[in-house]
């Protein structure tokens, strides 16, 4: 499991959910190789040049913000990001 009791599989499918259906439609040809960070709790999200800046940027409005990255018009980035204050190690058996 992941952030928020979510898995890996689930936090995508909603990523990909909230971009097909909020923001697809929203971004125009003059947007193509851009990123797209959204944060699957809220369905906020943040376009940018640069990966690491849109996120940035969107976790400035949502602190807690569990981000799965979008490339415009290609295949998925497959990089989601957690809260900073939620560790995810796993200790020692």
Known sequence: MSAFG???EEQ??????IYNAQIR????????GKYVNID????DYEMHENSATAGRIL?????????HTIHRHKSYVGR???????SLSRSAP
């Open 40 to 43: 699957v709790i809220s369905g």
């Open 25 to 32: 439609h929203l971004i125009s040809e003059s947007d193509a």
């Open 6 to 8: 979510m898995s890996y």
């Open 80 to 86: 989601l990001r957690t809260p900073r204050f939620i």
């Open 59 to 67: 976790r400035e409005r949502r602190p807690d913000a569990v981000i």
């Open 12 to 17: 995508k499918k909603r990523g990909e959910a």
